[in-house]
């Protein structure tokens, strides 16, 4: 009989101290295990939000000696949780973005699903910056041409419930995107692999005083590099992916 799926919280911060409390507040009724990963703040987590986590011993902090970026910092909080016995860690953004109200439901298709990665679909309102969204298109495109499927209908949202196991194993055979690519390259890496794909629709806010790392020039062209990378890795699996489209249909 295989053992119940041990779910966490895994949350990569960079400057994002301020949200943090509203956003930990919101998991305790949960009860769910946390890891945030403090991904080189200049200010140690541990000591910015002191009097915050003497409070919540359910919250770990995973403390990066420097800033390695999102896709750094979920393979730390994964590592982390998977060694604690883990199998699924849903990540959620330190920005207060996502809607952590979702998370049962997430559980739920999990449960029902544990081979699976449960993505997040954003349903945006007016705050989303116009030119995010029109990246997002672009990007999503890309995805859909790299898996020959239309089966990851969102590839930037981090809002999702990732396998602990086949996520290391993917980190552990290839370099995945360090920063904001991370979330695109993982989704396509576990396709790839096999992984099922279950979305789920969830709100996503913009913050009039949120604080972004997107950079416009370095994020856009690592999303360039990604997606050029991911085009000739699906010329090679091509076979693979159309019979396996092929034997599902």
């Given at each position: 009989?295989?053992?119940?799926?041990r779910?966490?919280?895994?949350?990569?911060?960079?400057?994002?101290?301020?949200?943090?409390?509203?956003?930990?507040?919101?998991?305790?009724?949960?009860?769910?295990?946390?890891?945030?990963?403090?991904?080189?703040?200049d200010?140690?987590?541990?000591?910015?939000?002191?009097a915050?986590?003497s409070t919540?011993?359910?919250?770990t902090?995973?403390?990066?000696?420097?800033?390695?970026?999102?896709?750094?910092?979920?393979?730390?909080?994964?590592?982390?949780?998977?060694?604690?016995?883990?199998?699924?860690?849903?990540?959620?953004?330190?920005?207060?973005?996502?809607?952590?109200?979702?998370?049962?439901?997430?559980?739920?298709?999990?449960?029902?699903?544990?081979?699976?990665?449960?993505?997040?679909?954003?349903?945006?309102?007016r705050?989303?910056?116009?030119?995010?969204?029109?990246?997002r298109?672009?990007?999503?495109?890309?995805?859909?041409?790299e898996t020959?499927s239309?089966?990851?209908?969102?590839?930037?949202c981090?809002?999702?419930?990732?396998?602990?196991?086949?996520?290391l194993?993917?980190?552990?055979?290839v370099q995945?995107?360090?920063?904001?690519?991370?979330?695109?390259?993982?989704?396509?890496?576990?396709?790839?692999?096999?992984?099922?794909?279950?979305?789920?629709?969830?709100?996503?806010?913009?913050?009039?005083?949120?604080?972004?790392n997107?950079?416009l020039?370095?994020?856009?062209?690592?999303?360039?590099?990604?997606?050029?990378?991911?085009?000739?890795?699906?010329?090679?699996?091509?076979?693979?992916?159309?019979?396996?489209?092929?034997?599902?249909?």
């Amino acid at each position: 009989m295989e053992a119940s799926p041990r779910f966490c919280v895994i949350i990569p911060a960079y400057r994002h101290r301020d949200p943090l409390p509203g956003v930990l507040g919101r998991l305790e009724p949960l009860g769910l295990p946390c890891y945030l990963v403090d991904d080189g703040n200049d200010v140690p987590l541990k000591d910015a939000l002191a009097a915050e986590l003497s409070t919540r011993p359910w919250v770990t902090v995973i403390r990066l000696a420097e800033h390695g970026g999102k896709g750094a910092a979920c393979i730390a909080g994964g590592r982390a949780a998977c060694s604690a016995g883990f199998t699924h860690g849903i990540f959620i953004d330190a920005d207060g973005q996502h809607e952590t109200r979702n998370i049962p439901a997430i559980l739920a298709l999990a449960r029902r699903h544990p081979e699976a990665m449960i993505l997040g679909r954003p349903v945006f309102d007016r705050s989303a910056p116009l030119k995010r969204r029109i990246g997002r298109i672009v990007s999503n495109a890309w995805v859909w041409i790299e898996t020959l499927s239309f089966e990851i209908q969102d590839s930037l949202c981090g809002f999702r419930c990732l396998p602990l196991g086949p996520l290391l194993k993917v980190a552990a055979g290839v370099q995945l995107g360090r920063r904001l690519d991370f979330d695109p390259d993982i989704a396509v890496r576990l396709f790839w692999q096999g992984v099922p794909v279950v979305n789920f629709d969830t709100p996503i806010r913009y913050p009039a005083d949120g604080i972004s790392n997107f950079h416009l020039l370095r994020d856009n062209g690592a999303l360039f590099c990604l997606h050029t990378r991911l085009f000739f890795g699906m010329l090679l699996r091509s076979p693979f992916l159309l019979a396996r489209h092929w034997t599902r249909a």
